[in-house]
């Protein structure tokens, strides 16, 4: 009996230990970075099936370790697609809208470990492209054919950015049952000097804005941060940058009610820059795809946010007939005299924009159209009635068929698809 007994639980222990090994070889996935001295640096994921939380720091130029759970978003294919949708469950790290021949797509990148997925306009489900790990990334800004993008992330423990340009490549790792995505991210880290960036309407280029030596510098490369040429600089270290159309670049100062904002439109050939717009406060702004006209924004701290648009024939702004932020707005490119905005319906006691983007306020949003030549507006969806959630919008964007807005619920980073065909 007692031999018995001591066979079985030989036999346990073995069993035990194998489902361990499995577990540990199944679940990794690899993926390169390389680093500014083209060293190649492994991006690798762990699995853990208890918890998901960041382990281990690292020098400078590699990418941490991070033990994660390995869950992939799945969702009932047979449920129909709600008008309004929230696509993610976690907090994103940026996104791209993009159309095939067959559904409308969206990427977008998980914020917390940098995993990569993505969701048609057609089915329910969320495939999980790539598990390369890749620790909070909280921006990402993509080329035009959604296979490769430049991620800003943090590095663990700091509040250092570090700027990676990432490929989606397919999976190095032959067809198996231990494959967990069919897709791996490879890289390398590109400029720290970056403060700001804007990918051109083509997608084939950044813009780039730094600081070096207390003064603003504006380059032009390629995604990968190859062919750098210095375009423009300034005295202004504190910029938000747009590339709205393939020939003109814009630059607002960072907005704050407690001072006047300028913006400047840039000549991407030649970095002749020209003033707009200046002595407003808290000016936020919004070029429309052609950069014929921006709609802007002013706030102060008496809780009043003031919405025009200014045309650059004429020279001269108007008012429109709702308030809301510049960033709450996305111009339309097929319709270029046209705009979606997100209208808060009212603004709480504050300084605006500062309270808003400090996170001090939050808005409560309706989507509304504008035709900026008739004037006419729409209003096309009431978040609340539709979600039962505050959803305050930002990070607003249509894919390139525009038959859905996309947008970002700045109360917990989530991603939402709203039908304009519904």
Request: a negative charge.
């Amino acid at each position: 009996m007692k031999k018995f007994v001591t066979i079985l639980i030989i036999i346990i222990i073995t069993f035990l230990l194998a489902l361990g090994v499995y577990y540990w070889f199944s679940a990794r996935e690899e993926g390169t970075v390389i680093d500014g001295d083209n060293t190649e640096i492994s991006i690798i994921q762990k699995f853990n099936p208890f918890n998901r939380s960041s382990a281990n720091t690292t020098t400078d130029n590699t990418i941490p370790e991070t033990i994660i759970e390995d869950q992939i978003p799945t969702n009932d294919d047979d449920t129909v697609i709600p008008i309004l949708r929230k696509i993610s469950e976690e907090p994103i790290g940026g996104y791209i809208a993009s159309t095939t021949a067959s559904s409308t797509i969206v990427r977008y990148i998980d914020r917390g470990t940098g995993h990569i997925y993505e969701a048609k306009d057609d089915t329910n489900i969320i495939e999980k492209l790539s598990n390369t790990t890749i620790p909070r990334v909280y921006e990402s800004y993509w080329n035009n054919t959604a296979d490769a993008s430049i991620m800003r992330y943090m590095k663990e423990g700091t509040s250092v950015i570090t700027n990676l340009y990432g490929e989606i490549n397919l999976s190095s790792k032959t067809a198996s049952t231990t494959d967990r995505t069919p897709y791996e991210t490879n890289g390398r880290i590109i400029s720290s000097n970056i403060k700001e960036l804007a990918i051109s309407p083509k997608g084939d280029r950044v813009f780039t804005f730094n600081i070096e030596d207390g003064a603003g510098i504006g380059y032009i490369s390629n995604m990968d941060g190859s062919k750098n040429t210095k375009i423009w600089d300034t005295p202004l270290t504190l910029m938000n940058v747009d590339w709205p159309e393939e020939n003109t670049l814009i630059a607002t100062t960072k907005a704050t009610g407690a001072s006047y904002g300028y913006s400047y439109f840039i000549n991407a050939k030649t970095g002749v820059s020209n003033k707009i717009l200046g002595g407003i406060v808290g000016l936020s702004t919004k070029a429309s795809g052609d950069a014929e006209n921006v709609l802007f924004s002013s706030g102060n701290n008496q809780n009043t946010i003031s919405t025009f648009v200014y045309n650059k024939k004429d020279n001269n702004s108007k008012s429109i007939i709702f308030k809301t932020l510049a960033e709450k707005c996305v111009w339309s490119k097929i319709s270029k005299n046209e705009i979606y905005c997100a209208v808060p319906s009212e603004f709480p006691t504050g300084m605006y924009p500062d309270d808003w983007y400090k996170g001090n306020v939050s808005l409560i949003d309706k989507i509304w159209h504008l035709n900026i030549d008739t004037g006419e507006v729409h209003l096309i969806a009431d978040l609340f009635d539709l979600s039962k959630k505050f959803i305050d919008v930002v990070d607003m964007r249509l894919d390139p068929e525009e038959n859905f807005l996309y947008f970002v619920n700045k109360n917990d980073l989530t991603l939402w698809s709203l039908d304009l065909n519904r």
